[in-house]
T-cell receptor
Framework: EPEVTQTPSHQVTQMGQEVILRCVPI?????FYWYRQILGQKVEFLVS????????KSEIFDDQFSVERPDGSNFTLKIRSTKLEDSAMYFC???????????FGQGTRLTVV | RKEVEQDPGPFNVPEGATVAFNCTYS??????FFWYRQDCRKEPKLLMS???SGNEDGRFTAQLNRASQYISLLIRDSKLSDSATYLC??????????FGSGTRLLVRP
């Protein structure tokens, strides 16, 4: 069964450092997303990506964040200068079309110290 | 008003019980509706889509009431393995998924 894969599973970084979280969406999917979940809180939308450009971003997705699809398979989330409050689980998701179900990767747990 | 509201629970039920979760959403333009389940510190996993006519998948039944902007999930014959957090999810503008905070279910032996 096709699945979304994310690497690394856990990343510890110092405040102010840059991190790149990587995702390989399901191969025939066209819509890609990043979500985050702070421990004990709900899953929050960060950004959606279609046709090589951002289609929507939330207020959380400020200038410190960027996304990229550098090749035909990878989808990355970069945080330029991490803050303590960026500590969370980051989930990548993909879907085949608008309004269809999205499938999630297993997540990257980011810890900023 | 929150975009998607759920009772956080926990619902603590014995094995074999029937349990129902409800959810309300604020955006009348929402087009697609889903129930996901999430185990502790894991990713959300699709449980089922929710259709206007209602739909059933084994022990699980989902209902949608567009007029009241209300979604429900019924679980019959609860199993220990059903213990998880159940997430009500609706689509918003540009079809992003908007998650409720989840309802926690504990099924006891």
């Amino acid at each position: 069964e096709p699945e979304v894969t994310q690497t690394p599973s856990h990343q510890v970084t110092q405040m102010g450092q840059e991190v790149i979280l990587r995702c390989v969406p399901i191969s025939n999917h066209l819509y890609f997303y990043w979500y985050r979940q702070i421990l004990g809180q709900k899953v929050e939308f960060l950004v959606s990506f279609y046709n090589n450009e951002i289609s929507e971003k939330s207020e959380i997705f400020d200038d410190q964040f960027s996304v990229e699809r550098p090749d035909g398979s990878n989808f990355t989330l970069k945080i330029r200068s991490t803050k303590l409050e960026d500590s969370a689980m980051y989930f990548c998701a993909s879907s085949a079309g608008t309004g269809t179900e999205a499938f999630f990767g297993q997540g990257t747990r980011l810890t900023v110290v | 008003r929150k975009e998607v509201e759920q009772d956080p629970g926990p619902f603590n039920v014995p094995e074999g019980a029937t349990v129902a979760f409800n959810c309300t959403y604020s955006n009348s333009a929402s087009q697609s509706f889903f129930w996901y389940r999430q185990d502790c510190r894991k990713e959300p996993k699709l449980l089922m889509s929710v259709y206007s006519s209602g739909n059933e998948d084994g022990r699980f039944t989902a209902q949608l009431n567009r007029a009241s902007q209300y979604i429900s999930l019924l679980i019959r014959d609860s199993k220990l393995s059903d213990s998880a957090t159940y997430l009500c999810v609706v689509t918003g503008s540009s079809y992003k998924l908007i998650f409720g905070s989840g309802t926690r279910l504990l099924v006891r032996p």
